[in-house]
């Protein structure tokens, strides 16, 4: 985990897609984030601590290494496993809030489209000719020393989605929609044919769904 301090930043991009406008200033407090995504071996303990089912890619030899991302996992599957950390380490592990992810993937900088500065193009090059998730590694780590804030998996968010929540999200540590049909999710995804996303871009998904380029990360208070 890395202690992030919290500040304020310009949440969303104005000129983009409906739903990342309006920029607003956001302040988020505290945090802790995981390096990296949960991986298959740290999934695979859980499995093996509660029976929970093990993760539905397993059979296709593209997500199978240990220190990958699980993925297919539902949001409820995050959830869970998230609860199951709380009672092993008596530490809160949870899902992060939207405003939490977007300031975490900055990385320190004061805004832009990457957690890098300039276009990174051999970086997304290289991202772009993969067929499937890949061990994170300081070649996607960002100023914060987090792994793959804009690549590799979908990472899961504990906010329910709206189009148009940022027009009336408060100022302070927003934590998004009281309910809603869709949860939302952050970050790129190796199945997609541009790879690498945008801080800012918007993603979500029904949370029952599973699919290959959904994983998650754990957070916690500071």
């Known amino acids: 985990m890395v202690a992030l301090d919290g500040g304020t930043f310009v949440m969303g991009k104005d000129g983009s897609r409906p739903d990342e406008r309006p920029a607003h200033r956001v302040t988020v407090g505290g945090f802790r984030a995981a390096v990296s995504p949960v991986t298959n071996a740290e999934y695979a303990a859980y499995v093996a601590a509660t029976g929970a089912d093990a993760p539905m890619f397993l059979g296709d030899a593209r997500f199978t290494a240990a220190a990958q991302p699980v993925v297919g996992m539902s949001w409820f599957d995050a959830e869970a496993y998230c609860q199951w950390l709380r009672d092993e380490t008596g530490v809160a592990y949870r899902l992060p809030t939207e405003a939490e992810r977007e300031y975490a993937a900055l990385g320190g900088l004061a805004g832009g489209d990457w957690p890098w500065a ?100 754990v957070y916690c208070d500071a």
């Open 118 to 217: 300039g276009d990174g193009g051999a970086f997304v090059a290289r991202m772009n000719g993969l067929a499937g998730p890949h061990v994170p590694g300081v070649e996607c780590e960002n100023g914060f020393e987090l792994l793959c804030m804009a690549e590799n998996v979908h990472e899961w968010c504990g906010d329910w989605y709206a189009p148009g929540y940022y027009a009336e999200a408060p100022a302070s540590d927003p934590r998004g929609p009281a309910d809603g049909t869709r949860k939302v999710a952050r970050g790129g995804s190796w199945r997609h044919k541009d790879k690498v996303t945008r801080i800012n871009a918007r993603a979500s998904l029904v949370p029952s769904f599973r699919y290959n380029d959904f994983g998650f990360r």
